[in-house]
């Protein structure tokens, strides 16, 4: 049972103001915090969920974002900002707030704090437009009630690529858009690899919280070795392309279609291939086909136009029988479903889809889905399509990100190493008072599910890291209000034993191994007080990640808080092949700006509202316009 010394790393307090603009003026600093309760209770009023199935509308303002500028000085200490709802902004070393800006989803009741009605709007009844599943954003958890975390790995990157199409095309993302385990698990980092006969590394490591310095923040890596392509199992793929109407724009179908030429390109004379479509009726475009005859695909591919309706439930069930005709014992057997997830003819039910893909994926054939396109993604389908289908799910915005998936990464794409692969982390409750993980929000599991081999979890491909971060309060820091309350039936159960004060246990099976028992491998940490300044890149970059994803997903994004996390990210870049993690730093930007204009945008929609005849605010006090209410909740 290895022992792990963590080493870590903290910013630098630098109680400096931030660079960035400020908007608001005087007139507004002195409105009550009762006048915001008001407003959010308004904009709650005002929105109406997408539907039954808890899906949510995406809306986002799709305007071009302004140049914005930032000083690359030392990181500075935004406390003062992040405090946010819930409590008074705590100076350096101060407790924050029990919940504060990012203990869950706080002031975050309404769906417009993504912008207003846009390119990615939609209908309330969800016919047409963007759907992304909603998010639970859930707390603090109190260690003495319930002192672990129980989850299954996610190794999906949709949520990055889609909310860096979304930032690029001028709009802020809507909440449940920020997958934040999504945006973790885009980038690389330096992991041990495998131990003994385990298929994967765990690295552990802990720093102060760079936006509350009074926490502390662990990082658990985990990382398997890439395969090189020529050692990897031979590939039994099934292209199931959407070639329906709504794929014609050049980001759809043509680009899917690039992609998939590349990825022709690097397989070998082991492979095959077959193309099934999609559109009115589900048909075989191409048996399947030795890869050694690559002319012949990719001229099947480049016969493909877009027109007709979409069966998708029909094209599944081809594919799929395609794959198990041409099954390969023991090795790659998978789907690859491009689609903008819009299935409206046959099976389009949601849960019927996934019953669908469930019932399939017994063959032992996986899926990987690949969304494409602006304005009529529906996320939520594509990601728990993967999910039940034991495999992955990426959006592809640009030829750089297919080459990235499909070329780079083609042996996590599509080689798995380990199969339903559960984590659960114990804190020891005599020095860790409240603890909380950041993101996996759909991807929790019951404590008992754990140890029950027969609950489906995530799987993890050859060359894929896995990251999770959480957010712990030390006992002796306060915490106001602390509710006592546990998320699961079995909470009292859990036991912390040492050494350390955090145990990390894995389940996972083997990927050819059958209904095996699961395996169970275990890891201890102690905190040693490393601070973020001194921490490794790897710790440092993915904090800032992380809180550039729970900036996003507050409910009114602040452009100082991007600007003040912009450093950290800059000086932790490392070893970047490939310039991902310098394209990070694009993001921050357009998150900048986008948060900018949208609050100088509030005030102007506010001055002008006072302008008119009959004054809207009275004493900074009194808003009687539900509109002018919810600028002035951006402003507050």
């Known amino acids: 049972m290895p022992f792990l010394k963590l080493s870590g790393l ?6 400096g103001s931030s660079s960035s ?40 303002d799709s305007r071009a974002v302004s140049e914005s500028s930032f000083d690359s000085q030392s990181f500075n200490n935004v406390i003062g900002i992040a405090g946010g709802a819930g409590g008074a902004a705590a100076g350096p070393g101060s407790p924050g707030p029990v919940m504060g800006k990012y203990g869950g989803r706080v002031g975050s009741l309404g769906y417009l704090g993504g912008g207003r009605q846009g390119l990615y709007g939609m209908s309330a009844d969800g ?6 599943g909603e998010l639970d954003l859930r707390g603090f958890i109190p260690t003495q009630a319930d002192s672990r975390r129980t989850f299954a790995v996610d190794v999906d ?65 985990i990382s398997s070795q890439a395969i090189p392509q020529g050692y990897r199992q031979s590939a039994n793929l099934v292209f199931l ?19 998939l030429h590349m990825l022709c390109q690097n397989l070998n004379g082991r492979d095959s291939v077959a193309i099934v479509v999609y559109a009115g009726a589900a048909g075989l475009v191409l048996p399947a086909t030795s890869c050694a005859n690559s002319d012949a695909i990719l001229a099947a591919l480049s016969r493909l136009k877009a027109g007709g309706s979409t069966a998708g439930a029909a094209g599944i069930q081809l594919a799929y029988a395609q794959a198990r005709e041409h099954f390969i014992p023991g090795g790659i057997n998978r ?100 603890h909380r993980l950041l993101g996996y929000e759909n991807r929790m599991l019951a404590h008992a599910d754990f140890e029950d081999d027969k609950k489906d979890a995530g799987e993890i491909g050859a ?4 990251t999770a971060l959480f957010e712990l309060v030390p006992v002796g820091v306060e915490m106001p209000g602390l509710e006592d309350r546990e998320d699961d039936p079995d909470a009292a159960q859990g036991h912390f034993e040492g050494p350390g004060m955090m145990r990390v246990d894995l389940r996972y099976k083997r ?46 994004p602040d452009p100082e808080v991007f600007a003040t996390l912009r450093p950290l990210a800059a000086s932790s870049l490392g070893e970047d092949p490939g310039g991902w993690r310098a394209g990070f730093l694009e993001m921050v930007d357009l998150a900048q700006g986008a948060a900018q204009r949208k609050l100088e945008e509030a005030e102007a929609r506010v001055d002008e509202a006072e302008s008119e005849e009959g004054l809207i605010i009275e004493n900074a006090m009194h808003c009687t316009r539900p509109d002018v209410a919810l600028d002035l909740s951006v402003l507050k």
């Open 157 to 221: 990157t949709a949520g990055y690529s889609n909310v860096r199409r979304i930032l690029r095309d001028g709009g802020l993302p809507p909440v449940d858009a920020v997958r934040l385990e999504e945006m973790l698990n885009y980038f690389r980092y330096q992991d041990a690899p495998e131990q003994g006969s385990d298929p994967f590394g765990v690295t552990i490591e802990l720093a102060d919280c760079p936006w509350n310095p009074a926490h502390r923040l662990a990082r658990v890596g």
């Open 241 to 259: 392309l959407d070639v329906s109407g709504s794929m014609r724009s050049a980001d759809k179908l043509p680009l899917l279609k690039q992609s």
């Open 335 to 434: 789907v690859i479903l491009a689609t903008d997830g819009d299935f409206n003819v046959g099976v389009s039910n949601r849960d019927e889809l996934i019953k669908m893909i469930q019932k399939e994926a017994e063959s032992g054939v996986s899926l990987t889905t690949l969304g494409f396109g602006t304005g009529n993604l529906k996320d939520a389908t594509l990601e728990q399509l993967a999910d039940k289908g034991n495999g992955n799910y990426a959006y592809i915005d640009s030829i750089s990100e297919a080459r990235k998936v499909l070329v780079e990464e083609l042996g996590a794409t599509l080689e798995t190493v380990a199969k339903d692969v559960k984590i659960q982390v114990t804190f020891d409750p005599t020095r860790i008072l409240a």
């Open 10 to 15: 903290t910013s630098t307090v630098n109680p």
């Open 511 to 556: 990927p050819a191994g059958g209904d095996e028992s699961s395996l169970l491998t275990s890891f201890h940490a102690e905190d040693t007080g490393s601070v973020m300044m001194t921490a490794t890149d790897d710790l440092r970059f993915a904090a800032a990640v992380a809180w550039f994803a729970e900036e996003l997903r507050s409910s009114t």
């Open 21 to 60: 603009p400020k908007t608001r003026s005087s007139r507004l600093s002195s409105l009550p915090l009762s006048l915001v309760a008001i407003a959010g209770f308004l904009v709650a009023c005002r929105t109406e969920p997408a539907d039954k199935e808890g899906l949510i509308v995406a809306s986002t």
């Open 127 to 132: 016919a047409g437009g963007e759907v992304y």
């Open 463 to 466: 060359g894929h890291g896995v």
